[in-house]
């Protein structure tokens, strides 16, 4: 299941930062001239400011991964609870949706299909493998040079273990095509299902030869 790790980002103590710092003490002072000394001891160092943000950067950071894999746990509870057919098809939908792969986009994909807005059989994107960021992959869903006829690849859909991978893998991109452009929204539908399935049984044969 696509998974985006979240990187370490440390704090770092920068010119620009010292400079902001003095100029923000500097306007604090400005800002009560009779008390500008008193203000001026009551200020802290810049290495004290500096030291006490990387610490609080340091802290966030700790509590900002700690909610992230609370919503990854949260995302696989969900989906875990789920039916056997229905946990395949969510996790494969994940593995074709054009979001980054941050589990704040996975709840958002759960709770839409938990309210009947996305059609496992017919997602709003196309069924084919993205990587972390989103972007797909070339594998066995990139574009066929091989043509068949739409009628063709209604036929491969509806038995495809008769065909060769080759036909298949055409028939689904004809089937998805053909769904795109087609005005009957009722066969586009019909269309969309078909390569869904075929789909289903492509990824089937790229796991087993992963």
Sequence with gaps: MRFKHSPRHPFTDTPRKRGALRRKQRLEREALPLLADQIAEAQPSEDRVMADRALAWSEQEVRDRGARAEKWHEARRQIDALPDGER??????????????????????????????????????????TDASGARIANLFASSDLFVTILKAR????????????????????LQLAASKNKDRDRAAQDRVLASQLFLRLGELENAHA
């Design 88 to 129: 395949r098809a969510v996790r494969r939908a994940w593995d074709c949706a054009p979001y980054p792969a941050d589990p704040s986009y996975l709840l958002s994909v759960l709770h839409s299909y938990s309210q009947g807005r996305i059609d496992l059989k017919c997602p709003p994107f196309p069924l084919s493998r």
């Design 155 to 174: 036929e491969i859909a509806a038995d495809p273990d008769r065909h060769p991978l080759a036909e298949r893998h055409a028939a689904y991109h004809h």
